[in-house]
Nanobody, 119 residues
Framework: QVQLEESGGGWVQAGGSLRLSCTASGRTLSSAWFRRAPGKEREMIAATNSIRTWYADSVKGRFTISRDNDETTVYLQMDSLKSEDTGVYYC?????????????????WGQGTQVTVSS
């Protein structure tokens, strides 16, 4: 089974930027980033299958998901960060045949990386 490892989390002031990376031990068909904000359920915020991308309304226009050509590394460029972007960010790999923008079709998870945005 593919394993995922995130990096790039940390602390940043509101309005700043961070870039998260997630390296997989093998090629993945689709990749997504999820976020668990304090006191909230984990939610999908961005996804891609290298042809199409999907974003949650809360991050649209500020975050950009991309993947390397070998489809083993996925990035999340986060700009214009807000305090409400604080949370643990998880990358995930989608199951074969699943929909790239369907949260329940992601079944492999990284360990998560903390992002804290200070206002």
């Amino acid at each position: 089974q593919v394993q995922l490892e995130e990096s790039g989390g940390g602390w940043v002031q509101a309005g700043g930027s961070l870039r998260l990376s997630c390296t997989a031990s093998g090629r993945t068909l689709s990749s997504a980033w999820f976020r668990r904000a304090p006191g909230k359920e984990r939610e999908m915020i961005a996804a891609t299958n290298s042809i199409r991308t999907w974003y949650a309304d809360s991050v649209k226009g500020r975050f950009t998901i991309s993947r390397d050509n070998d489809e083993t590394t996925v990035y999340l460029q986060m700009d214009s960060l807000k305090s409400e972007d604080t949370g643990v960010y998880y990358c995930a790999a989608g199951r074969p045949g699943g929909g790239f923008n369907i949260p329940v079709d992601y079944n492999i998870w990284g360990q998560g990386t903390q992002v804290t945005v200070s206002s």
